[in-house]
């Protein structure tokens, strides 16, 4: 499974942006899909999940009600929708696959991820 995460750049604080992830040499059949975000000098960080049944989504605490995950299936896409952006929101962003051990199966801990994407740089202006 590849995966390549596209979409960001430089925005002002408050700006939207959506992040995709696109998905090949597999489906999201059986995976369930993260986010991840890593800034200068920090810990990568867990940001969204959405189960392989896509009925599910987990979210940190600090990007709650702001940003939101998807998945469109057919197209093999991941999304993240990113509103209200904050400064404190500059990272890179990581896309990744979890294997899932049920429909609902999540994870916020990176050492579960099976597959890691390459990231998209968000930087967030004040």
């Known amino acids: 499974v590849q995966l390549q995460a596209s979409g960001g750049g430089l925005v002002q604080a408050g700006a939207s942006l959506i992040l995709s992830c696109g998905v090949s040499g597999g489906t999201f059949s059986r995976y369930s899909m993260n986010w991840f975000r890593q800034a200068p000098g920090k810990e990568r960080e867990f940001v969204a999940a959405i189960s392989w049944s896509g009925i599910n989504t987990i979210y940190a605490d600090s990007v709650k009600g702001r940003f939101t995950i998807s998945k469109d299936s057919t197209k093999n896409i991941l999304y993240l929708q990113m509103s209200s952006l904050k400064p404190e929101d500059t990272a890179v962003y990581y896309c990744?696959?979890?294997?899932?051990?049920?429909?609902?199966?999540?994870?916020?801990?990176?050492?579960?991820?099976?597959?890691w994407g390459r990231g998209t740089q968000v930087t967030v202006s004040s």
């Open positions: 990744a696959a979890a294997k899932a051990q049920s429909p609902t199966f999540m994870t916020r801990r990176w050492m579960a991820v099976d597959y």
